[in-house]
């Protein structure tokens, strides 16, 4: 009989149903009693809090003190100025001159040949006039009062003027116009194979005419030929040059060019 009973497997779907029903049963639970327990919490009344106050106390001011609704005043002391001692010059005495050298002669002694003694009396005495203060030589004619040299004041010499080059060319008057370099620097010059060179110099004159510097601005790239430009423009002289009639110093620049012809 119970071979003919067909057991029937448990559907899926079934047994989540299940499980949901049972989570949901005790969520309800769980909240049920949460929710009862916050209602049975007991709210304390405003009443019963105690009030706290504070009270700051204010001492009262000092005796003697301004009175309500005034201001103490405050006296500033000002310290006492100190009286100022004024300095005291020291009392320079004047110098005092020394008296005038004099020379006084007298004679009582009769003529020369004459009296009891013709020769003089060596013991006499003679009495004479005569002036003087100058005591420092040289003194100047017909005064006692020593020779005041006049003063000699330095001669300052005006600034150089920047002139043209040109212009410097036409005042000068000795000097050789053309300066070629030495041999040696010409056969490097030749070897270097270049076919010209050139240099650059500052040549100051004084309000003489006569060479004061020569700078070099921009070598020839040979020393040789470099002081050999140098030494020959010293010898260089020239007219002064003039600004309203008076000589002053001028300064011009000089270049230099060397061509090689082969």
């Known amino acids: 009989m119970f071979e003919r009973v067909i057991t029937r497997p448990r559907s899926p779907r079934r047994t989540t149903a299940i499980l949901?029903?049972?989570?949901?049963?005790?969520?309800?639970?769980?909240?049920?009693?949460?929710v009862a327990a916050m209602w049975k919490i007991e709210r304390i009344p405003f009443s019963d809090r105690s009030d706290l106050r504070v009270a700051v106390q204010i001492e009262a001011p000092p005796a003697g003190g301004p009175p309500p609704g005034q201001r103490l005043e405050v006296q500033r002391v000002r310290p006492a100025k100190r009286p100022v001692k004024?300095?005291?010059q020291p009392v320079v005495k004047p110098p005092v001159a020394d008296p005038a050298p004099s020379t006084t002669t007298t004679s009582t002694g009769g003529p020369p040949g004459g009296g009891d003694n013709p020769d003089g009396d060596p013991d006499a005495t003679g009495t004479g006039t005569g002036t003087g203060t100058c005591l420092v030589e040289p003194c100047g004619p017909e005064t006692d009062e020593p020779k005041v040299e006049p003063k000699v004041e330095p001669k300052v010499e005006a600034p150089p003027r920047i002139v043209d080059p040109t212009l410097a060319a036409g005042l000068r008057v000795a000097g050789d116009a053309q300066i070629y370099p030495p041999d040696d620097v010409r056969g490097a010059i030749f070897r270097d194979g270049r076919d010209q060179v050139s240099g650059t110099f500052k040549v100051c004159v004084g309000a003489d005419g006569a060479i004061d510097t020569v700078k070099v601005l921009k070598g020839t790239g040979y020393a040789g030929y470099d002081r050999a430009l140098v030494d020959g423009m010293r010898e260089w002289r020239y007219r002064p040059y003039r600004v309203d009639g008076t000589a002053v110093p001028m300064c011009f620049v000089q270049v230099w060019r060397y061509r090689m012809t082969r």
């Not at 949901?20 to 949460?34: D, E, R």
Request: net charge negative; charged share 5%; aromatic share 0%.
């Open 86 to 88: 004024e300095p005291v």
């Open 20 to 34: 949901l029903a049972t989570a949901l049963a005790h969520v309800a639970v769980i909240g049920t009693l949460v």
